[in-house]
């Protein structure tokens, strides 16, 4: 049932009224900290390390004060369904948001009626919040919906127009690019009827006529007003950068040499045991840039992340100008990833590879994090970020499926800290059924379209090696009176790790209401199917 906007806002309204959120007794009295967000778009979680041959000079300075979390990842590879997740820490399958939403064939174009979200409970609270730039949570949701009361979209105004009401008056214009072009531009992916990409390129304008720098702009300012105010405060400020076409200022260009450039270790990866989709986005598209402009174009994304390091010092700057730096949580993180390259692969989409859903996630609290400048490795979910600052602000949340990440900052391990992350996709117009479950040692993506991969992550860190797609001498699956394991078959020890994998994946989908898998047989794909947990669990009781 669809509903409309003013009964999606009344019901947001009547959850806020309700009181959803607490304030922990001996935090009442405390002084709460600010919280400072930044957000550029799809940045692959690697660039932040300090090895990493992308130049992020603030940032590297920012890690060395505080907590750099290596192993964050998605729940899904695209902007809306992992922006979701962080505002509220639920999956998509709670949250209802599997698809960008302004696409026309979106399963929600909103979340779910009766979600709360972290603003919300530190509004109750008595902060101030400002939100500047890329929201991207629902079609007609807008921050001010959800406790923001200070709001600057900058050209990311709801509701977001529909991909059709956006693009068909373009595509009955008569234009060269929309016919077969001579020649290829460099850079560029000749796509017949829907328009050439442009991969790459110079942004001509200065930076402060770029929408980037404005949107940091107005976070600056909003920041500075807060600051005098006699009330704790929560800036979040969301850039586009690096999302693609990769355009930068030529000066950040000028930072990297193309010809030096690395191409990623798994770039040749031809991925013939990888689903078929993947084989295609290469073969179609990308396989027409040969290697020097995947170079410049790897290139010129570093350059667009190089700009948003320097966005980002400014940011510091002007919060160190108010000498709120002690007392100011500050989070650095992404949607979701890019390939850039790995696997010649570029962007993001159904490609279930970890370049995609390893974020950055970087933080500092001088007042709040002992011991700072450590790595930690424990894996994190976008799902933490809303427990973790609902609980630096002494608030207890509702319930949320992410977990605080505070005894990470104080320098505890937490026991029963989660051994598996888990992301769930739906596709975007495309619906492709994926769930990807991924501990220290093993991956196990069950691809409802396609045959399923599974990497012994050991051994091949850069998931070259595909142990669930059927190799050639393989017997057909007769099953003559031996059920022993499932097609195809695999290694006992492989076998035992695929269930134990397909196990963790069915207990996750039924603690987190994804219900998306159906028993008939012909669309049960899944190599072991939820009786191995849920029947056993029932059997023993």
């Known amino acids: 049932m669809m509903i409309n906007r003013r009964e999606f806002v009344a019901g947001l309204s009547a959850c806020t009224a309700t009181g959803m959120f607490a304030q922990n007794r001996s935090e009442q009295t405390a002084e709460k900290p600010n919280i400072l967000i930044f957000m550029p778009d799809q940045q692959q979680g690697a660039t932040v390390l300090p090895e990493h041959p992308c130049l992020t000079p603030n940032l590297d300075r920012f890690a060395r004060e505080g907590l750099l979390f290596t192993d964050a990842y998605c729940p899904a590879p695209h902007c809306c369904p992992s922006r979701a997740s962080f505002f509220t820490g639920l999956y998509p399958s709670e949250h209802g948001v599997f698809n960008n939403v302004d696409t026309d064939t979106a399963i929600h174009l909103e979340p779910k009626p009766g979600i709360s979200y972290f603003s919300q409970g530190l509004r109750e609270a008595g902060y101030n919040l400002a939100y500047s730039g890329k929201w991207h949570v629902g079609h007609t949701l807008r921050p001010q919906d959800v406790g923001w009361n200070n709001v600057n979209a900058n050209g990311h105004e709801t509701p977001l127009p529909l991909d059709t009401d956006r693009k068909e008056s373009r595509w009955r214009r008569p234009h060269a690019q929309f016919m077969h072009p001579e020649q290829r531009r460099p850079g560029e992916l000749v796509r017949p009827g829907w328009g050439n990409q442009q991969m790459y390129g110079v942004r001509r304008k200065p930076l402060e006529e770029q929408r980037d720098f404005q949107i940091v702009r107005d976070g600056v300012n909003a920041?500075?007003?807060?600051?005098?105010?006699?009330?704790?405060?929560?800036?979040?400020?969301?850039?586009?950068?690096?999302?693609?076409?990769?355009?930068?200022?030529?000066?950040?260009?000028?930072?990297?040499?193309?010809?030096?450039?690395?191409?990623?270790?798994?770039?040749?990866?031809?991925?013939?045991?990888?689903?078929?989709?993947?084989?295609?986005?290469?073969?179609?598209?990308?396989?027409?840039?040969?290697?020097?402009?995947?170079?410049?174009?790897?290139?010129?994304?570093?350059?667009?992340?190089?700009?948003?390091?320097?966005?980002?010092?400014?940011?510091?700057?002007?919060?160190?100008?108010?000498?709120?730096?002690?007392?100011?949580?500050?989070?650095?993180?992404?949607?979701?990833?890019?390939?850039?390259?790995?696997?010649?692969?570029?962007?993001?989409?159904?490609?279930?590879?970890?370049?995609?859903?390893?974020?950055?996630?970087?933080?500092?609290?001088?007042?709040?994090?002992?011991?700072?400048?450590?790595?930690?490795?424990?894996?994190?979910?976008?799902?933490?970020?809303?427990?973790?600052?609902?609980?630096?602000?002494?608030?207890?949340?509702?319930?949320?499926?992410?977990?605080?990440?505070?005894?990470?900052?104080?320098?505890?391990?937490?026991?029963?800290?989660?051994?598996?992350?888990?992301?769930?996709?739906?596709?975007?117009?495309?619906?492709?059924?994926?769930?990807?479950?991924?501990?220290?040692?093993?991956?196990?993506?069950?691809?409802?379209?396609?045959?399923?991969?599974?990497?012994?992550?050991?051994?091949?860190?850069?998931?070259?090696?595909?142990?669930?797609?059927?190799?050639?001498?393989?017997?057909?699956?007769?099953?003559?009176?031996?059920?022993?394991?499932?097609?195809?078959?695999?290694?006992?020890?492989?076998?035992?790790?695929?269930?134990?994998?397909l196990a963790k994946m069915w207990t996750f989908a039924e603690a987190h209401q994804d219900q998306i898998f159906n028993s008939y047989f012909t669309v049960a794909m899944a190599p072991y199917g939820p009786g191995i947990v849920l029947g056993a669990e029932r059997s023993s009781r």
């Open 223 to 501: 920041l500075k007003n807060m600051a005098a105010q006699q009330k704790p405060w929560c800036l979040m400020v969301s850039n586009d950068g690096g999302h693609d076409p990769y355009d930068a200022p030529q000066r950040f260009i000028d930072l990297y040499d193309p010809r030096r450039i690395q191409l990623p270790a798994n770039f040749r990866d031809r991925m013939r045991d990888k689903p078929h989709i993947y084989q295609r986005m290469r073969l179609q598209y990308f396989d027409q840039m040969p290697d020097d402009e995947v170079k410049a174009c790897i290139a010129h994304y570093y350059a667009l992340l190089s700009m948003q390091d320097e966005l980002f010092g400014n940011l510091l700057q002007a919060l160190e100008a108010t000498g709120q730096k002690e007392n100011t949580l500050v989070i650095y993180c992404s949607d979701h990833g890019d390939y850039a390259g790995a696997h010649g692969l570029w962007a993001k989409g159904v490609p279930a590879f970890r370049e995609a859903y390893n974020i950055p996630c970087v933080v500092r609290w001088p007042k709040g994090i002992r011991n700072p400048g450590r790595r930690v490795d424990a894996f994190v979910s976008t799902t933490d970020f809303a427990p973790t600052i609902l609980a630096a602000a002494g608030i207890e949340a509702p319930r949320m499926s992410g977990h605080s990440l505070l005894p990470w900052f104080a320098d505890e391990t937490p026991s029963g800290w989660r051994d598996a992350v888990f992301s769930q996709l739906n596709g975007v117009e495309l619906y492709y059924t994926q769930r990807i479950v991924l501990t220290k040692n093993f991956k196990y993506v069950y691809n409802g379209f396609d045959f399923d991969e599974m990497y012994d992550l050991t051994t091949d860190p850069l998931e070259m090696n595909n142990l669930a797609f059927p190799r050639e001498d393989f017997p057909p699956n007769r099953n003559e009176g031996n059920a022993s394991q499932p097609w195809p078959p695999l290694e006992p020890h492989l076998d035992k790790a695929r269930r134990n994998l």
